[in-house]
């Protein structure tokens, strides 16, 4: 695997766990968040994929919902570092994720890049499916991490490890 195919698996980590958290149980039964556990979840997602595939989250941060004229926002970002030398040095911040790209249109312009005009939907289910067999293998780790971030609305690298540390099947090989 690329780097650049894991770039696109931790962009498209937040959206798969999204859907993952709605599928229905052995019985059928399907549980729907709310908009703030969705948030939380997805940045969670973000932070443990790039975990597991050896890149450093520094923070996730997700802000309160808040009503205003358009309706309900919610946001949220997770900053992934690259090298542990790199340490934490940022501090977390909502500044300027208005100005940022989804994380949809990245992978759909790394998708594009890579396959083409007429391959880019097949290599983005490949991603997609690749994606979904690491966030099984870590999925307690990402709710752990999503209820953190739902209870503090910042969680920092140190609680991203320790998460990870506790988690068995998160020190197996990570590649799906």
């Known amino acids: 695997m690329t780097r650049?195919?894991?770039?696109?698996?931790?962009?498209?980590?937040?959206?798969?766990?999204?859907?993952?958290a709605m599928r229905p149980d052995s019985k059928g039964w399907?549980?729907?968040p709310t908009l703030h556990e969705s948030t939380c979840l997805h940045e969670s997602a973000h932070c443990i994929v790039a975990a597991a595939l050896g890149r450093h989250p520094q923070w996730a941060i997700v802000a309160e919902p808040a009503v205003t004229?358009?309706?309900?926002?919610?946001?949220?970002?997770?900053?992934i570092g690259y090298s542990p030398e790199q340490g934490a040095q940022t501090e977390p911040s909502l500044?300027?994720?208005?100005?940022?790209?989804?994380?949809?249109?990245?992978?759909i312009a790394f998708?594009?890049?890579?396959?083409?005009?007429?391959?880019?939907?097949?290599?983005?289910?490949?991603?997609?499916?690749?994606?979904?067999v690491l966030l099984r293998a870590h999925w307690p780790a990402v709710k752990i991490l999503s209820l953190a971030l739902?209870?503090?609305?910042?969680?920092?690298r140190?609680?991203?490890?320790d998460i990870m540390r506790r988690w068995p099947a998160n020190r197996e090989t990570t590649s799906p």
């Not at 650049?4 to 993952?20: D, H, P, Q, S």
């Open 150 to 156: 739902r209870d503090k609305g910042v969680v920092r």
């Open 30 to 32: 399907r549980r729907w």
């Open 69 to 79: 004229e358009t309706g309900v926002t919610l946001s949220g970002r997770a900053h």
């Open 158 to 161: 140190q609680d991203i490890e």
């Open 95 to 107: 500044e300027g994720n208005d100005r940022l790209e989804s994380d949809f249109s990245k992978v």
């Open 4 to 20: 650049g195919e894991e770039e696109a698996m931790i962009n498209l980590a937040g959206k798969v766990a999204e859907y993952r």
């Open 111 to 132: 998708c594009q890049f890579i396959a083409g005009e007429r391959g880019w939907f097949r290599h983005m289910r490949v991603l997609w499916r690749e994606t979904d």
